[in-house]
């Protein structure tokens, strides 16, 4: 039997679920009725309750392996005792929001975001939120021991709780322009959604169309866990193209695109321009810092310089740099809030965005909610959302290079590659490297007319580094300054560095 630790990833289970494409399977169906009964143990000591007094949601996003692992699923909670809703194909914040508005006392989505169709994973809720990683190591390790719950007889409620979700998100919008549903409140947009063919096509459905929207030349909005025609990743170039192109060719006002669990989300205006990133994090700013000004913006360690000036110089808020990984962004806007620092919004430049103001939840829908409803106000007053970030500077270049450790102990090879780094940089001084002070994850230095950054994956033996430059041409320039630092890193593969460094030489010659 293989240790379930090594399906841990952060603070979810991911592993592979099916051969189509030849990986050997690892998240097999006694793996899943493990850790969900594992999951009821956890459950039932941290509410209090036996496990025939819990009830659980569960939810899936569009996967090819969501039913079968969704059997294994109920399978475990049931022969605890659990009272089970079903709830189907769903969103990810939509289980959450299960814990809100039904009282369950937990949550499992069935999902692996947006990683390939052979994929899957579990995340899992409390109504406190999503697990730490350390839960998710409590509840593997009950798995490895396969310790059970005594065995009782539970239930299953079929439940469509994404019909209750999209209510919500319709009552939203009203509520805020001070309208009833019947008074169409959308009815002067275009908005076309690309759901990259997840779960996220009830927005279309289910939330503009009901308002009033135009949502003709939406893409995708079909369920098909093989993902034919896009990787479902706002972030990928191929997803943004998509929605861009869906905008232009129906002259709409804004095109919205999901990944396939919709906890994470980016936009495109009416010129097909993207907002994502850098220029998703400015517009969450200036929509939380409107209602809250003054306050807090917690963002992961990679935002450009140009954003913390805007943050700070233009919205008037305070820039909190933070580490990689959604839960660490969340986590440390939490613990501002309970430190008396107000820290409205929690957003990574991948797309998870949490509001204080909705359960500090990553809820891809939410944000894109928001954004609707403040260009809808915009528009009331005759001016357009989109001026809100007229004056971000965005950097003319921006790259990620990624290093592999080629040692076991890679952490601890890592971390020390960074410390030889940072003296590197205070001993070259006088060529202009400036540490930050504000590292909260490995190390990032401003030279010349940028910056880069230098971290630990996550998860896996790479070191991805991210450079960002003011010029054309400027990043290689960068990279040139400290390309022979990471040569004497006996254990680091550069080849990625040197085929970026030797790009356009073949040209010369």
Known sequence: MKNYLELKSGSDVRGYASDIYENEIDLTEKAVFDIAAAFVLFLSEHSG??????????????RITAEK??????????????????????????????????????????????????RNGLKFFLPTGGLDPEDIVEILNA?????????????????????????????????ELGVAEEDKPLKDYHIVVDAGNGAGGFYAEKVLAPLGADTSGSVYLEPDGMFPNHIPNPEHPAAMASISMAVLDSNADLGVIFDTDVDRAACVDPDGVEINRNRLVALAAAIALEKEPGSTIVTDSVTSAGLKNFIEDTLGGKHHRFKRG?????NEAVRL????INAPLAIETSGHAALKENYFLDDGAYLVTKIIIKMAKSGKEGKNIFDLTADLKVPAEEKEMRFGILVDEFRSYGECVIEGLQRWCEAFADKGFKIADDNHEGIRVSVLDGWFLLRLSVHDPVMPMNIESDSKGGTKKIVELIADFFRNCQFLDCSAMENFLNEGNEDEL
């Open 337 to 340: 809030c309970n430190e008396g």
């Open 49 to 62: 309750k036996a496990p025939t007094e819990l009830t659980v949601s569960v939810g899936h996003d569009s």
């Open 69 to 118: 692992i969704k059997t294994q699923v109920i399978a475990a909670l049931t022969a605890a005792g659990v009272k089970v809703f079903d709830c189907g194909l769903s969103s990810t914040p939509a289980m959450f929001m299960t814990t809100v508005h039904l009282g369950c006392d937990g949550a499992i989505q069935i999902t692996a975001s947006h990683h390939p169709a052979d």
């Open 143 to 175: 798995a490895n021991e396969e310790k059970r719950a005594p065995a009782a007889n539970g239930s299953v409620e079929k439940y469509d709780f994404m019909s209750d979700y999209s209510a919500i998100l319709r009552r939203l919008i009203c509520d």
């Open 326 to 330: 959604y839960k660490n962004v969340i």
